[in-house]
Antibody, heavy 120, light 110 residues
């Protein structure tokens, strides 16, 4: 059974760095064609793709946010970490991690999401 | 990497069919058959409904179907049921190892 779970702070102050962890089970990031991705959704708004990492540690980022994002993985711990620097209130959102399948380009399993509020 | 364009809302009666459009450009939807659709109920995570334009994951009702013409992809739901009421998002590969979602469509079942 594939599961993903996001964890991290619920409240972050502006200008701080946000660190989120995705802990997954039921699959291996060492498998060809299996990636893990981060996607966010501001309250009442649309989904926004953020970043993706594969088994070879190739990293892909949303062009608009690239300078602020870093994605990394710990394959043995089955975790993928996303950091976002210089946080702003507009970054308030539910952050999801999801398994991405390269053979078809789709997000087939999602975590329940974690709401991050940016406020002083 | 601009968001794909979806109608903000659509509605249909029980048992009827509806279609949700997803318009991109020749750089994303028009160039790749990597369009997927997601259903999201309030307070829940998105659920994959369609991938590679027309394919349905195991367990998804065959009432859901996808298509594409030019820069526009579409999701059709036939035989509308109450549980289909949700938000729907399209997603496309946008080249250069980036992906873009649509603005979302709220489906109301009357």
């Amino acid at each position: 059974q594939v599961t993903l779970r996001e964890s991290g702070p619920a409240l972050v102050k502006p200008t701080q760095t946000l660190t989120l962890t995705c802990t997954f089970s039921g699959f291996s990031l060492s498998t060809s064609g299996v990636f893990v991705s981060w996607i966010r959704q501001p309250p009442g708004k649309a989904l926004e793709w953020l970043a993706l990492i594969d088994r070879d540690d190739h990293k892909y980022y949303n062009t608009s946010l690239k300078t602020r994002l870093t994605i990394s993985k710990d394959t043995t711990q089955k975790q993928v970490v996303l950091t976002m620097t210089n946080i702003d209130p507009v970054d308030t959102a539910t952050y999801y991690c999801a398994r991405f399948m390269d053979h078809g380009d789709y997000f087939d399993h999602w975590g329940q999401g974690t709401l991050v509020t940016v406020s002083s | 990497q601009s968001a794909l364009t979806q109608p903000a809302s659509v509605s249909g009666s029980l048992g009827q069919s509806i279609t949700i459009s997803c318009t991109g450009t020749s750089s994303d939807v028009g160039s790749y058959n990597f369009v997927s659709w997601y259903q999201q109920h309030p307070g829940k995570a998105p659920k994959l409904m369609i991938y590679e334009v027309i394919k349905r994951p195991s367990g998804v009702s065959n009432r859901f179907s996808g298509s594409k013409s030019g820069n526009t992809a579409s999701l059709t739901i036939s035989g509308l049921q109450a549980e289909d009421e949700a938000d729907y998002y399209c997603c496309s590969y946008a080249g250069s190892s980036t992906w873009v979602f649509g603005g979302g469509t709220s489906l109301t079942v009357l």
